[in-house]
Each structure stands twice: as structure tokens, then as C-alpha cells.
């Protein structure tokens, strides 16, 4: 009897007995994380935010600059202007990026390493978040594997201004994993509360999708909790409510309000970017289409739509609409759906993939509530020839997917071959072009991007300021200006500039009158069209007419050196020496060290027979190397 009892037992599987790979689950992490991601740490930048963090913000990335990093938007360490659009408070990020910078200034390979780092720490978690949710410690690491393979997870790895979805992804699963151990322990454990309410707090300072972790909390401790102690309801409630408190307190004080309707913003982005959910289901399940800087319009949603019409069905038919399934549902919802949001729903959107570095954890609950794995064992071949298959292809898309973000021409070629489409990537490669001083490339590839969007006046800008003043061509840039003002006629700015072309570089002073002009009608007090006016018609000898427009600069910018320069000219044509010197003495105060006023100066008072005046600016225009005539030097021994 004892014998065939021990028989028995000898023929049922036992997956973590017999199978070494289930025994020591954080080395098996670690070492498919080390083997998949070790080649970033030679990688470069991509020159596609990186750069500003890593390169632009060295000055302000440190730690005496932490207190600021609280008080302003995540691009204020980039010297970052316009930060009346920007929404982005993420502050742990530039705490992270300061610790980079003291520990390796401008060097690549440390905010690498941390990326590995966090993507090593990220699955830990994961592993030990699984298990908490009472999946098979075999079934929780072998999920745990695919998540930390998976081809979509790449650009928050490999891309140095993805690491905040892995920072928030780390806080978000210690804060849950601490909120279940508090809720099913009997009794109230500080140690699990603290650790889940600072948690919280890092997740929502690290990104703002993070406060969706309230609903996470709230579906758990309803559908899935056994222990229904009003106690630590209302205790984990409240530490929950207090972060979000703080967070929302600190956010309000850096940032400014939103502009426009938050609503119509909500329901514009819905409509414009909703269905983009079945874009990202696609790149989940088929990740074969990925793109570092994937645009709106080069989706394609059919697939995904398949895929989502799909698990609805197997999820009916195999009849595993469980409490669990919903929970993932909800995960993957809940983290996705707020990236997809826009102040205005009408410009381009960009369904980048690091974005889903912490929804995928969602689909993988979901994936494991539908096969209903009670736990793997690697001797069935089925079980081990399907894992080991989905694991070799993700490696092997996702190690070649990686080296995308090797430097930035790789860059740039996938997201252009990839999307062609965006806008920004054509864009982006243009400012690397320049870089290069590849001006005829990079004006090509503003043109693309004009071709997607043609009501984007800074492209067509940047193209005739190209064609100007790198290509030597003021034919093609004076096109590209009229275009700005096509898209926009009260750009004043592509007015003048239309003017500037014809007057300094085709030296045609009848049109630049007229586009000056032109200037001015749609802005009467343009300092830049008055002035040029003004030199105009002082060249001209008009000098009434001349000085008519160069008051008129002085009116609006009584400091302009150039106005009071030639408006000093204008009064030295009439020979009213004295008047010239007056205006000359006022550019002299703004600007003491301009060359051709004190030479104007020098020049005026040897007209004014003044030796003392003359002699002073004579020595100051011999001190900025310049030449003094041989007239006032012979003048100013004489005397």
C-alpha cells in the first residue's frame, strides 16, 4: 500500500521541484533583463528629448535645485519658455536625472544604466505583484518573463526620457502590492500602510497617470478583498485621498491653470484619439509595426479592432468574465486612456510606446484569467515549446528593436521609414540635419512635414530661413515667406522678413519698400520695418523722409541703437552736426562699445572743431582696433 501510494506521487509533476528554471525567479529576471537590454548602456542619444535632458539641463540638474524641481513643469531644467502649455509635473524625474548628472555630467551611458536598472526593478515587482493576486509563483514568473521581453516596452528602456513609466510603474505596483498585504492582514500593519502611502506619493510626483491608482484601490478592495474591515477601509482610504492631496497641492503651485475647456478637451480627445486603444491592442499581441515616434494618422486600427472583437469572444465563450479578468480590464484602461488626452485635440498626437509600460501589466492579467493557468510546468512540451517560442521571437524583435535608439540617424530612419506620417520625426530630423550643416536635406525634410501639415507656419518659416541664410537663395525663401503669410496674414514677422530679403540680399529696395509697408499695416509700430525704412531713405537722401520713420522706431523702442544711428546719419546728410551728436550720445549710453558710433562720435566732434571729444572717442575707437583717419590724427597732435 505504501508502495503504490509513493508511485503515485512520483508520476504527478511538481513544476518547482522538477524544473531548476522556477527555482530562483529573480535570477532568472535579472539575467533575461541583462542579456536582452546590456547593449544600451553603449548607446548614444537620439536626440529626441534626451538630448535636453542630458545635454541642456546640465546646469540645472543638481541637487541644490531639487526644491525647484517641485515647483515647476519637468522641462523647467531645459530652460523650457513656454511652460503656460506645459502639463507635464513630474519632479522625481529630475531628481533622477540630477543624480545622473552629479554622478556622470552629459554622459549617456549612466541614465542607461538606471533605465536597465529600473526596467530589472520593474519586473521584480511585477513577479511579486502577481503572486500577490494568487496566480502560481511558475505562471507569475513566466509572465513576469514575457512583460520583461516584450517588444513594446523598449522605447521606455531604451530611450533615456522614457524613464518615467518606469519610475511610476515601480511605485504604482509597491504601492498596490503593500495596499493588498494592508487590507488582508486581520490586523492594522504600519509597516504596509507607510510603505504603500509613500509609494503612492513617489508614483503621482513620478507621473500623473499614477492618481488613477484610486480606482485600482478602490475596485480591489470591492471585488477582490475577502476582508471587509471597515477599519482599514476608511485607514487605507484616507492615506490614499492625503497623497493625492499633497500631489495635487504641489501641481497647482507650479503650474499654471489650464487653458481652454478641460470638457471640451476630454470629449475631443475621445473622439480623436479613441481609437488609437486598438492601435496599442495591435502592437500588444502582433508587435511587429513599432516606431519610436508612431503619428495618429499612420495607425491602423482594423487589426487591433480584430483582436479586441476576439478576446471579447473567447472571453464569452470560454466563460472567464471573472472579478480578475475585469481587474485587468480596468488596469489596462485605466493607465491608458488619460495618455491620450489633449488640451487640443486638433493637433497631431503621437501614440508613443513607452506609454504602455504600465498598461501591459493589465492585458497580461487578463491573458492569464482567460487560459486559466492554475500553474506552468516546462515538462509538458506543449507549455514549454509555446514559451519558449513567444520568448525567442520577443527577444529576438525586441533586441533588434533597441538598437533603434543606438544613436540618431538609426533613430530617425526607423521613425520616418516607420511613420511616415509624423510630422514631429520629420522635424526632428531636420533640426539633426542642421546640426550637420546638411542644409539642402533638412530643408527636404521640412518640406514632408509641410506636406502633413500645411498650416504649421514655424515649418515654412524655417525653410525660407534656410533658403536665406544657409542656402544663399532669397528667391526660394521669399516663396516660403509668402506661404507663412498665406497660412497666416498678420505674420508680421514673415513681412519684414520678405522685406530683409529684398533689400540685403537682392538688393532690390523697391520691393523692400513695399513689403516693409506691408509690414506696417499690419503693425504700425514695428520697430523692425520703421527702422529699415528709415536706412532706406537716408541711403536715398530723403532725409525727412528718413527721419519720419526713424522717430517713429524711437517712439517704440527709444533704446534701438540702429534707429539713433542712422537718424544721427539722417541729421549729418543736412549738416546739422550737433543734432547727430545728440542721437549719437544716446546710442553711446545703450551700447557704449558699438564701433560705428564711436566712430560717428569721433567724426562728428572733428567736424564741431572739438579736439577734447575728439581725442576721447579717437582713443576708444583705437582701443576696439579700428582705424583712425589720417586727417584726425594729424588734428588731434596739432591740438
Known amino acids: 500500500m505504501t508502495k ?12 518547482i521541484n522538477q524544473n531548476w528554471f522556477f527555482t530562483h525567479p529573480f535570477k532568472i529576471i535579472f539575467l533575461t533583463c541583462i542579456l536582452l537590454y546590456a547593449q544600451i548602456l553603449t548607446f548614444g542619444l537620439v536626440y529626441f528629448d534626451d538630448h535636453g535632458f542630458v545635454l541642456l539641463a546640465k546646469d540645472a540638474l543638481k541637487f541644490s535645485n531639487i526644491p525647484e524641481f517641485f515647483n515647476h513643469s519637468v522641462f523647467w531644467v531645459m530652460g523650457d519658455t513656454s511652460q503656460q502649455y506645459d502639463i507635464f509635473y513630474r519632479p522625481l524625474q529630475n531628481v533622477l536625472y540630477a543624480i545622473c548628472n552629479t554622478i556622470a555630467s552629459g554622459q549617456p551611458w549612466i541614465y542607461h544604466c538606471f ?3 529600473f526596467h530589472i526593478l520593474a519586473c521584480f515587482a511585477l513577479f511579486i505583484f502577481l503572486k500577490e493576486l494568487k496566480f502560481h509563483s511558475s505562471v507569475s514568473l513566466v509572465f513576469t518573463i514575457i512583460y520583461s521581453v516584450h517588444p513594446v516596452l523598449v522605447q521606455s528602456v531604451a530611450w533615456i526620457a522614457g524613464i518615467g513609466d518606469q519610475m511610476v510603474t515601480i511605485f504604482s505596483l509597491v504601492s498596490i502590492i503593500c495596499f493588498i498585504k494592508l487590507i488582508s492582514e486581520p490586523k492594522f500593519n504600519p509597516k504596509y500602510f507607510l510603505i504603500h502611502f509613500f509609494a503612492f506619493l513617489f508614483a503621482l510626483f513620478s507621473k500623473e497617470v499614477s492618481v488613477m491608482l484610486i480606482l485600482i484601490f478602490i475596485f480591489y478592495l470591492f471585488f477582490l478583498n475577502k476582508n471587509k474591515s471597515k477599519r482599514l477601509l476608511l485607514l487605507s482610504s484616507a492615506g490614499c485621498f492625503f497623497a493625492a492631496t499633497i500631489y495635487f497641492l504641489f501641481r497647482k503651485h507650479a503650474l499654471p491653470p489650464m487653458y481652454g475647456n478641460i470638457f471640451d478637451s476630454l470629449t475631443g480627445s475621445v473622439k480623436a484619439n479613441g481609437l488609437l486603444v486598438f492601435e496599442y491592442l495591435e502592437k500588444i499581441f502582433l508587435p511587429y509595426r513599432l516606431s519610436p515616434i508612431p503619428s495618429r494618422e499612420d495607425a491602423q486600427i482594423i487589426l487591433g479592432g480584430i483582436i479586441f472583437i476576439g478576446l471579447i469572444f473567447f472571453f464569452v465563450f470560454r466563460k472567464r468574465i471573472t472579478a480578475m479578468a475585469i481587474f485587468g480590464v480596468l488596469w489596462f484602461s485605466v493607465f491608458l486612456f488619460p495618455t491620450l488626452i489633449q488640451q487640443n485635440p486638433q493637433a497631431h498626437f503621437f501614440a508613443f510606446e513607452h506609454r504602455l509600460y504600465l498598461p501591459l501589466i493589465g492585458v497580461l492579467i487578463m491573458v492569464i484569467e482567460l487560459i486559466n493557468l492554475k500553474e506552468i510546468n516546462l515538462n509538458l512540451p506543449f507549455q514549454k515549446y509555446s514559451f519558449a517560442l513567444l520568448l525567442i521571437l520577443f527577444f529576438g524583435i525586441t533586441f533588434s528593436h533597441s538598437r533603434t535608439f543606438n544613436n540618431p540617424h538609426t533613430f530617425y530612419d526607423k521613425a520616418l521609414s516607420s511613420s511616415p506620417q509624423s510630422v514631429v520625426a520629420y522635424n526632428g530630423y531636420a533640426k539633426l540635419l542642421l546640426k550637420d550643416e546638411k542644409y539642402a536635406e533638412a530643408v527636404g525634410a521640412l518640406k514632408k512635414s509641410f506636406q502633413y501639415e500645411p498650416k504649421d507656419i514655424q515649418t515654412t518659416g524655417k525653410i525660407a530661413e534656410i533658403y536665406l541664410k544657409n542656402l544663399n537663395n532669397p528667391d526660394e525663401a521669399i516663396i516660403w515667406f509668402k506661404k507663412t503669410l498665406e497660412i497666416d496674414s498678420s505674420s508680421i514677422e514673415a513681412a519684414v522678413s520678405i522685406g530683409d530679403a529684398y533689400w540685403n540680399f537682392l538688393h532690390d529696395t523697391l520691393n523692400a519698400i513695399i513689403w516693409y509697408n506691408h509690414a506696417l499695416k499690419i503693425n504700425s509700430a514695428n520697430e523692425f520695418a520703421l527702422t529699415n525704412l528709415g536706412v532706406i531713405y537716408t541711403g536715398k537722401g530723403k532725409n525727412e523722409e528718413a527721419k519720419k520713420y526713424l522717430s517713429q522706431a524711437l517712439h517704440s523702442n527709444p533704446k534701438s541703437v540702429l534707429a539713433l544711428k542712422w537718424m544721427a546719419i539722417s541729421y549729418f ?22 564701433g560705428d558710433v564711436l566712430r560717428n562720435l569721433m567724426i562728428c566732434y572733428y567736424k564741431l572743431n572739438d579736439a577734447v571729444n575728439t581725442k576721447k572717442f579717437a582713443e576708444l575707437v583705437f582701443k576696439n582696433k579700428n582705424q583712425i583717419p589720417v586727417e584726425i590724427e594729424k588734428y588731434i597732435r596739432k591740438n
Do not use: C, H, W
Open 4 to 15: 503504490k501510494k509513493s508511485s503515485v506521487i512520483s508520476r504527478q509533476p511538481s513544476v
Open 573 to 594: 546728410n543736412e549738416g546739422k552736426i550737433s543734432e547727430a551728436v545728440n542721437y549719437l550720445m544716446k546710442a553711446f549710453e545703450t551700447n557704449p562699445d558699438d
Open 115 to 117: 533605465g536597465l536598472s
